[in-house]
């Protein structure tokens, strides 16, 4: 339970003494990091909504790629694949490299860098006006996604 008490929170607890029964409660004044450390819920959602634009990327890429195969006047079976196929290729081989920048550098940091590599990313696949300039784009996001 938290009280304020002249502007700074105390976190209260209530204790019974074990021989007269009594209620005592005892305060602690929350330090600056306490009070600054977001919750555990919200680390939750952030992760989820990063996990969720990466699944969601990958299987709108395949869906569409029938679409992006029309739109560049490609064949299906042709080279409009690799929009797909860079795009694992570059998550497959940045995953141990991502894992290690995290040990070093922060969790928090590397994904963060992460998902700004992936939005730009995605944002130059929306802005792509060849074929080539999108198999380059999907290769960043994955680099941005195992990031």
Sequence with gaps: ??????GET???QEMQTPRT???????HTLTGSERARPSRWAILAIVAVGVFMANLDSSIANISLPSIATAFGVALSGVVEWVVITYLVAIASVL???????DMFGHKTVWLAGLLVF???????GAARSLPVLIVARGLQGLGERC
């Design 21 to 27: 029964g009594v209620q005592v409660e005892e305060r």
């Design 96 to 102: 141990l490299t991502a894992g290690r920048l995290a």
């Design 1 to 6: 339970m938290a009280h304020e008490q002249s």
């Design 119 to 125: 939005t730009g990313s995605s944002a130059l696949c």
């Design 10 to 12: 105390m976190n209260v």
